[in-house]
């Protein structure tokens, strides 16, 4: 199953972007780039998908680098209600379209 | 309002009793999802369905069962022979198991002392 690696904490002001790594050097070329994020305590909700371009929705840009061995999720302006665990998730044909969680990325976001 | 349901919410058995987990949803969503997340670790997927009457194993189904008489339910039973069966459970569900997103319920922390 292909893997992600991510930085295991990172921390923001409130008010201003903030950007979330993630490398995913082994990804192939069907794989799909997944963000979700998990708030406390709670389910994770989905944020964002791509495949080679560039992706803007209402919650987040993400940025997929050329060769595609790594990415860019982009909050914009972080809010409180933005600190949650933020995962980045290769979704692999190869390997029935499931979802592998890594331990993602703790985002604390200070007022 | 459309959702997935999980209950309850908290969950606390004897070791050597088995429980079961439920999962409803009316999002009308053909594939559903039983995963588990142990203390600052990721989701590990339990065992999914992509379609009533079918299910397959994920990549820790040892000690656990699953069925999908319904479209809208796919409860999760955590048996005896799990060994370490306390940990927060969480069911989602998609269109289809080829869809994008995933819906997550609020998920049901089990503990078994």
């Known amino acids: 199953d292909a893997k992600t690696t991510q930085p295991n904490s990172m921390e923001s002001n409130e008010e201003e972007p903030v950007h979330l790594p993630c490398n995913h050097s082994?990804?192939?070329?069907?794989?799909?780039i997944h963000w979700y994020r998990q708030l406390p305590s709670q389910g994770p909700e989905y944020v964002i998908h791509?495949?080679?371009s560039n992706v803007n929705n209402r919650m987040a840009s993400l940025a997929i680098a050329e060769d595609r061995k790594s990415s860019t999720l982009i909050l914009h302006r972080a809010t409180l209600r933005d600190a949650a665990v933020y995962y980045c998730i290769l979704r692999s044909v190869e390997y029935g379209n499931k979802l592998v969680f890594g331990a993602g990325t703790i985002l604390r976001v200070k007022s | 309002d459309g959702g997935i349901t999980q209950s309850p919410k908290y969950l606390f058995r004897k070791e050597g009793q088995n429980v079961t987990l439920s999962c409803e949803q009316n999002?009308?969503?053909?594939?559903m999802y039983w995963y588990r997340q142990d203390p600052g670790q990721g989701l590990r997927l339990i065992y999914y369905?992509?379609?009533?009457?079918?299910?397959q194993k994920g990549d820790i189904a040892e000690g656990y069962s699953v069925s999908r008489e319904k479209k809208e339910s796919f409860p999760l039973t955590v048996t005896s022979a799990q060994k370490n069966p306390t940990a927060f459970y969480l069911c989602?569900?998609?269109?289809?198991?080829?869809?994008?997103?995933?819906?997550f319920g609020p998920g049901t922390r089990l503990t078994v002392t």
């Open positions: 082994t990804i192939s070329g069907t794989d799909y």
């Open positions: 369905s992509q379609i009533v009457n079918d299910f």
């Open positions: 989602a569900s998609s269109i289809s198991s080829v869809a994008y997103e995933q819906y």
């Open positions: 791509g495949l080679t």
């Open positions: 999002l009308n969503h053909d594939a």
